[in-house]
């Protein structure tokens, strides 16, 4: 590899005039060579790699550039955290407005199928467990999307036998989301003419009360779980060391997920009949530094990989969503630690280990959801999106790299 530590101060002329592959391989060495000055605290190093990277990023270039350009603000934020005051009057202004926060989701939600695969088979989950019901509860641990349960009403005003009498309870600590979701259920169950309830839990999820989740008995119960689990994660890891200063990082680590470990056991304590899971199947979880910035690394370069073969370049939804919510779940990855890293991904063999420890049992996807999935991702038009069955589960990949796991639950009594 070319030598790329020229003198503080250097023009890096040079740099500029690499050709893509090349400007591509230059690219990942600087940022894990930035990425090994960072996490040895060796900032003057660390200032030189920052100056390169900026020279060859570009929010607007080409795939790496562009996952460059967020990579480098992610180590640049986590060195400014060593400044405290620092960092708090540069972010001081920063407010994510709640329009924004949906604007960002519709997004991800258009460009990528990932979420419309998730929604197909959660709610072919939720119809096959729910066969005779007459009383269906749905708990909904992100309620920010109306489209999923849209489709569910529309399925269930089918039913053979007629449709249930139908209750979803949305979790989201934003109370305006929960109210446009309110009003768009509510339209569309007068429409069909199904008996139904939204009931409102204004919430962070860390925060829930179960007991204002109302599960009454005599209701069918499913639970709906889509991106939400891994940010529970980490929120032991400050009271850990805390408590015993003299745990290694590795036990801290193994230890961290006591509270999605309560939650989970909480979880079971409703005894759903079926329980659907959605996790981004990434590695992104690890102790130190260098391991989780070589995993997101991989991983980041799928999902920009997916928006440089389906959208244009100079596409404002695409630079929206890489900066507003791939930028920012970087930036919480490789800048935050203990209770503030929340972006956790891990990979679906921990879940299944985590849930099967919590007492549910895996509920395969059935044949017909996996056709359902595997037709509507066809009709997508892109060849690079595949999905494989893991242990009943499903696993949707970009190319080879799986990206998203959906799987399915019950309480094992």
């Known amino acids: 590899m070319m030598s790329l530590s020229p003198s503080i101060g250097s023009p890096y002329t040079w740099l500029r005039e690499l050709k893509s592959e090349e400007r591509g391989l230059a690219l990942i060495h600087l940022l894990l060579t930035c990425a090994n000055h960072v996490a040895a605290g060796s900032l003057e190093n660390a200032n030189v790699m920052l100056d390169q990277i900026s020279q060859l990023a570009s929010p607007d270039g080409d795939t790496m550039q562009r996952i460059a350009a967020y990579f480098n603000e992610a180590l640049a934020d986590r060195i400014l955290k060593t400044w405290p005051g620092l960092h708090r009057a540069l972010n001081s202004t920063r407010i994510v407005m709640v329009s924004e926060e949906i604007l960002v989701q519709k997004l991800f939600l ?8 998730s929604y197909i088979l959660t709610n072919q989950a939720i119809v096959e467990a729910m066969e005779g019901e007459k ?3 749905i708990i909904d641990l992100n309620a920010a999307e109306p489209a999923q349960w ?4 529309q399925v269930f005003s089918a039913r053979p036998e007629g449709p249930p009498h139908l209750r979803i309870t949305g979790v989201h600590h934003q109370k305006e989301i929960l109210e446009q979701m309110a009003h768009k259920l509510t339209e569309e169950a007068e429409k ?3 008996p139904f309830q939204f009931h409102p839990v204004i919430s962070k999820l860390e925060n829930l009360d179960f007991d204002k989740l109302r599960v009454k008995t005599g209701e069918a119960l499913a639970i709906s779980s889509i991106l939400q689990l891994h940010s529970l994660l980490g929120l032991d890891d400050e009271a850990l060391r805390r408590r015993s200063p003299l745990l290694s990082k590795n036990s801290i680590s193994l230890t961290a997920s006591m509270t999605a470990e309560s939650f989970l056991n909480a979880l079971w304590g409703l005894s759903p009949k079926v329980m659907i899971v959605t996790e981004q199947d990434s590695n992104h979880n690890g102790s130190t530094l260098m391991e989780r910035v070589l995993e997101a690394l991989y991983s980041y370069a799928a999902l920009f990989d997916c928006l440089e073969s389906t959208v244009s370049r100079t596409s404002v939804e695409r630079l929206k969503v890489e900066k507003m919510l791939f930028g920012e779940e970087i930036k919480n990855i490789i800048a935050c630690e203990g209770a503030e890293r ?7 063999d921990k879940w299944i280990q985590r ?3 919590s007492g549910f049992g895996n509920v ?6 996996m056709l359902q999935a595997r037709r509507f991702l066809q009709s997508c038009g892109c060849e690079g999106y595949k999905m494989r069955e893991e242990n009943g589960c499903l696993v949707i990949c970009w190319q080879d790299r799986p ?5 399915a639950w019950r309480s094992r009594k």
């Open 150 to 153: 849209i489709a569910l009403l």
């Open 192 to 194: 069909l003419d199904i």
């Open 403 to 407: 990206l998203f796991s959906i799987s």
């Open 135 to 137: 009383m269906v509860h």
């Open 342 to 348: 929340r972006e956790r991904h891990e990979k679906l």
């Open 110 to 117: 258009e460009l990528f199928p990932f979420l419309k695969v």
């Open 364 to 369: 395969p996807l059935s044949y017909y959801g």
């Open 355 to 357: 849930l099967d420890l």
